[in-house]
């Protein structure tokens, strides 16, 4: 079950990351954003695996999980917060990150309000990528059929996976369905029951065990402090 000692707090304002620095997975309790000021890295996690480079942001959403590998240059970034509800992409470019980090250094909530997408960040498209984007939507076949399709055995595609991600095929996709029913908890008034079975678990104590797992919390505890709740008693 996951504790609040397992959720990492973001370094807000500027951050250097040494070169050839391997980060491991690790998971945010609250969203953030990331502009790459110089050199670069590449961050595997829920939207796929993505070489960022200066002028990169990426979107961290309250939750996610990714791992870091850094370049031979390092990594300068500027990290800021993610204001809720904010409509931004989960990868995109901006056309001047120096005057960017200059304006999150005086006024950092000015510096969000200014991020004007200009072009996007492709996600790399080998079989580590094909099978977590298979497992991000929703497909419901056995991870051995998904091997197969990729003609690996099923004891191979797990273990580049991981190496890959940070974590099991079969760990992934359960994180990616409790993230799935977290933002049916907070965006509608729908019943624990009907989110568990939109979202491919077995049952409602099936959900409950992945949200606690994910963040420390049973699903009642958000649907309590859901602005969509029914009035209803649910069972956690």
């Not at 998904?146 to 797990?158: D, M, R």
């Not at 940070?166 to 989110?195: C, H, K």
Request: net charge neutral; with cysteine.
């Amino acid at each position: 079950m996951a504790s609040d000692r397992d959720f990492h707090s973001p370094h807000y304002g500027r951050e250097r990351l040494d070169a050839y620095a391997r980060i491991p997975r690790h998971r945010h309790w609250d969203g953030y954003i990331t502009v790459v000021v110089r050199g670069g890295y590449q961050e595997a996690g829920f939207d796929g695996r993505r070489n960022l480079t200066e002028g990169d942001v990426v979107v961290h959403r309250r939750f996610d999980a990714h791992l870091d590998h850094v370049g031979p240059g390092g990594a300068e970034l500027v990290n800021l917060p993610l204001p809720p509800g904010l409509p931004l992409p989960a990868a995109f470019r901006i056309e001047d990150p120096d005057e960017l980090a200059r304006l999150a250094h005086s006024d950092p909530v000015e510096a969000v309000r200014s991020l004007c997408p200009a072009g996007t960040v492709a996600s790399q498209a080998d079989w580590p990528d094909t099978l977590a984007l298979s497992l991000s939507t929703s497909d419901g076949r056995r991870l051995g059929s998904l091997a197969n399709s990729i003609g690996l055995a099923a004891e191979t595609l797990s273990r580049g996976f991981r190496a890959a991600y940070g974590i099991t095929p079969a760990r992934f996709r359960a994180e990616v369905r409790a993230r799935q029913a977290m933002d049916m908890i907070f965006q509608t008034n729908a019943g624990l029951a009907s989110i568990a079975n939109d979202c491919g678990f077995s049952d409602q104590p099936h959900l409950t065990r992945a949200i606690v797992d994910l963040t420390g919390r049973t699903p009642g505890h958000w649907r309590r402090s859901n602005p969509f709740k029914t009035g209803r008693s649910e069972r956690d």
